[in-house]
């Protein structure tokens, strides 16, 4: 670091943040970002941070990766920046290849801009297919506590009624489960009983399921924690579903595209979903989400009735070629996998020194989270999660701010070795210093 921070020379910059733009936008942070490259962030006055958000698991492929910027450059110099939905050969081309590079089921895709776009797009072919298969009613099934997305349809289907209050009402047809954390499996309960137990929960709400629910929207592993879902309960869903013409459906606008060692979170439980949600790390970069699943499902929308202005552009379907080729040529989803273990092995020791204030690390890949407590409790510390953020930014890492008791990392998968100890270094080192603090303190 070469100043203080935030840079003094940068407050104007953060002062017109604050006074022109919705305080929604913030909570970061006070780094102005000026330049990213691969894995790492510069400021304007000399400061260089080791990267572990990926902006917000965005830069799976590195930030400002090479390829992904010729390839922006090659079509702002040909000179085709907007298209709508008239066709283009770029459109065609990033389609075939994302067809290509992900699983066999997925026969078609659906291109838009945004993560919660993508969710919204699942539930509403989980719907059209319920409707067309005679459901009586078209539920869907989702855990409490998700995110999938700010949009109004997205935020129905995830988070907790406490934060729907702004819209007024609750959606008649979404059944909110509590999320299987593994943690809460005891007394040899299994995922698969804690499934059957959501689905008595569902019925004894009066649904009679194969008639009353058309989906299962699940978040590919709780965000908030990087929490998996116990296996064995996804697979209980996908026997359930393919049992009683109901879609499975995953949101993977995080953890899709490498970020946890496989193309797809989903590939880790062993199921085929019928439609997933995507966006963030599909691009490494300009705004890009997609809806992928078979034919018959995609199809489903009438011609025209499924489109946005600015989705499939020119620019964003040249980023997210080239992001796949990135991610397959060089291999990214198995540097993921081998970074990852060494990120976690470093995590575990972390938490092997501090058991008293963190109670579960969690990873897959080039994600992973720490939870913090408060000491000699189950209490979550949020707080003490916020020092430690506000700390390694100090000391010239970023780490994925959460505001809640977890601390998350998410490189970009092409972060190499020497530099992930560095950053683990700097990790250890601010948590030693703010519990010591905090014991001086007390
Ligand atoms: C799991 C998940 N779903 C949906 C979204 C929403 O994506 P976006 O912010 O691009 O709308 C996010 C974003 O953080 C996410 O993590």
């Known amino acids: ?69 010729k390839a922006l450059r090659e079509v702002i110099d040909h000179g085709l ?29 659906y291109l838009m801009s945004s993560g919660t776009e993508a969710t919204e797009a699942v539930v509403k072919l989980m719907r059209m297919n319920g409707q067309r298969r005679g459901k009586r009613r078209l539920g869907i099934m989702s855990f409490e506590g998700a995110y999938h997305g700010r949009t109004q349809g997205a935020a129905m289907i995830g988070g907790t009624a ?34 059957n137990a959501h689905l008595d929960l569902l019925r004894g709400k009066g649904l009679d399921l194969a008639k009353d629910l058309c989906g299962f929207m699940f978040e590919a592993y709780i965000g908030w924690a990087a929490a998996f879902i116990p296996t064995d309960y996804v697979q209980a869903a996908a026997e359930f579903a393919k049992a009683n013409g109901i879609l499975l459906g995953f949101d993977e606008v995080q953890g899709g595209f490498g970020r946890t060692g496989k193309m797809f979170v989903h590939e880790h439980y062993g199921v085929e979903p019928d439609l997933i949600a995507t966006g963030k790390g599909i691009s490494s970069s300009l705004p890009l989400s997609a809806v992928l699943g078979r034919k018959e499902l995609l199809d489903l929308p009438d011609v025209g009735s499924m489109s946005s202005t600015h989705s499939a552009n020119p620019l964003v379907c040249a980023a997210g070629l080239a992001n796949l080729d990135e991610i397959v040529s060089r291999d990214l989803c198995g540097a993921a996998a081998r970074m990852g273990r060494i990120m976690l092995d470093r995590l575990r020791a972390i938490q092997a020194k501090y058991p008293d204030r963190i109670s579960h690390v969690i990873g897959e890949g080039m994600l992973a989270a720490l939870i913090f407590k408060k000491p000699g409790s189950d209490e979550p510390d949020g707080l003490t999660a916020s020092l430690i953020c506000q700390r390694a930014m100090h000391k010239g890492v970023l780490l994925v701010h959460t505001g809640r008791e977890s601390i998350k990392f998410g490189p970009p998968l092409t972060m190499p070795e020497d530099v992930m100890n560095e950053g683990m270094d700097v990790l250890e080192e601010s948590i030693e210093e703010i519990i010591a603090e905090q014991a001086v303190a007390a």
């Open 81 to 109: 920046l907007h298209t709508y939905s008239y066709a283009t050969e770029i459109r065609a081309k990033f389609l075939r290849r994302l067809i290509e590079v992900t699983p066999e089921q997925f026969d078609k895709a």
């Open 162 to 195: 406490a934060g729907r209050t702004w819209i007024g009402f609750e959606d008649p047809n979404v059944h909110q489960v509590p999320f299987p954390y593994t943690w809460s499996l005891k007394n040899g309960e299994t995922g698969r009983d804690r499934f």
């Open 1 to 69: 670091m070469q100043t203080a921070l935030p840079v003094p020379e940068s407050l104007p910059i953060l002062n017109d943040l604050e006074q022109f733009e919705s305080r929604s936008m913030h909570g970061q942070m006070p780094v102005v970002w000026d330049r990213a490259e691969d894995f790492q962030v510069f400021d304007r006055w000399g400061n260089t941070w080791i990267d572990y958000t990926s902006t917000i698991f965005v830069a799976n492929a590195g930030h400002a990766n090479p390829r992904i910027v």
